[in-house]
């Protein structure tokens, strides 16, 4: 039995034969993945092994080819043959992504980006979410910033944002796609700090990342995946420090050794 077959305990996220192709490329091959209510599931792996694209079909961004994802045993959409609209809309609902660039609209406010969510789509009274995203930018230290424009922040700031976004939709799940990988070097710290604040408040994410490091202390699962498959997936100390596969550690000695 692999450690995605085992029972997990009250289990927010479950998918199972995730199928992916782009024209004639199969870019996911029979992904199966479990994510327990407050647990974070890492996703490492090379550079177009499919890691970020199990998280746009996680969110509804790209529409699978087959395969199930279930989210809180409440939203259960299987892709073949496809969702309706109403379902994919269901799941959307349930997780926000954090994105690698930040995705923010330059011509809107750092409070207007974070309103746009939940008032627009959501539908949410403006007042209410007015002050839960004052408050959410005040607690990463961006109250001053509210009037600011994307352009006149750091990439730290500017993910923080995404950040603040993304919880402002209240979702059940955090999807990050390599929250770090587009900032300057001083910067990563402060963002890594914050969403190691989130897991430890219990929020249920699946963050995509090169830092071994950070998914070794924060990742209560690390997922190694490679050519569209889960090659190697369970407890971080034992997938990161001795790992069964041989591709998994060829993976990681390249990673810690690079030249």
Same mark, same amino acid.
């Given at each position: 039995m692999s450690p995605t077959d085992q029972p997990v305990p009250d289990a927010l996220l479950r998918v199972r034969g995730l199928r992916k192709n782009f024209g004639t490329n199969r870019v996911l091959e029979s992904i199966d993945l479990t994510v327990g209510r407050g647990q974070?599931? +890492?996703? @490492?792996? /090379?550079? *177009?092994?499919? &890691?970020? =694209? @199990? #998280?746009?079909? #996680?969110? *509804?961004?790209? #529409? +699978?080819?087959?395969? =199930? @994802?279930?989210?809180?045993?409440?939203?259960?959409?299987? %892709?073949? /043959? /496809? /969702?309706? &609209? &109403?379902? #994919?809309t269901a799941l959307r609902d349930r997780s926000a992504m954090v994105f690698q660039h930040y995705n923010l609209f330059p011509h809107k406010t750092v409070l207007e980006n974070v309103l746009e969510g939940p008032v627009v789509v959501q539908r949410r009274p403006k007042a209410e979410v007015t002050a839960e995203a004052i408050a959410l930018l005040e607690r990463v230290g961006l109250g001053d910033k509210t009037d600011s424009y994307p352009f006149e922040l750091s990439g730290g700031q500017q993910q923080r944002v995404g950040i603040v976004r993304a919880l402002a939709l209240r979702p059940q799940l955090l999807l990050f796609d390599e929250p770090t990988s587009s900032l300057d070097p001083e910067l990563v710290g402060d963002v890594l700090r914050l969403i190691k604040e989130l897991a430890v408040e219990g929020w249920s994410m699946v963050i995509v990342t090169h830092e071994l490091e950070f998914a070794r202390e924060v990742a209560t699962e690390v997922a190694f995946v490679d050519g569209g498959t889960v090659v190697e997936h369970g407890d971080p100390k034992q997938v990161l420090r001795e790992p069964k596969e041989e591709? =998994?550690?060829? %993976?990681?000695?390249?990673?810690l050794f690079p030249f």
């Amino acid at each position: 039995m692999s450690p995605t077959d085992q029972p997990v305990p009250d289990a927010l996220l479950r998918v199972r034969g995730l199928r992916k192709n782009f024209g004639t490329n199969r870019v996911l091959e029979s992904i199966d993945l479990t994510v327990g209510r407050g647990q974070v599931l +890492a996703l @490492i792996g /090379p550079s *177009g092994s499919g &890691k970020t =694209t @199990i #998280l746009r079909c #996680l969110n *509804g961004l790209e #529409l +699978a080819d087959g395969g =199930t @994802i279930d989210v809180g045993g409440e939203v259960s959409v299987s %892709f073949d /043959p /496809p /969702p309706t &609209k &109403k379902q #994919l809309t269901a799941l959307r609902d349930r997780s926000a992504m954090v994105f690698q660039h930040y995705n923010l609209f330059p011509h809107k406010t750092v409070l207007e980006n974070v309103l746009e969510g939940p008032v627009v789509v959501q539908r949410r009274p403006k007042a209410e979410v007015t002050a839960e995203a004052i408050a959410l930018l005040e607690r990463v230290g961006l109250g001053d910033k509210t009037d600011s424009y994307p352009f006149e922040l750091s990439g730290g700031q500017q993910q923080r944002v995404g950040i603040v976004r993304a919880l402002a939709l209240r979702p059940q799940l955090l999807l990050f796609d390599e929250p770090t990988s587009s900032l300057d070097p001083e910067l990563v710290g402060d963002v890594l700090r914050l969403i190691k604040e989130l897991a430890v408040e219990g929020w249920s994410m699946v963050i995509v990342t090169h830092e071994l490091e950070f998914a070794r202390e924060v990742a209560t699962e690390v997922a190694f995946v490679d050519g569209g498959t889960v090659v190697e997936h369970g407890d971080p100390k034992q997938v990161l420090r001795e790992p069964k596969e041989e591709r =998994t550690r060829q %993976f990681l000695h390249r990673l810690l050794f690079p030249f």
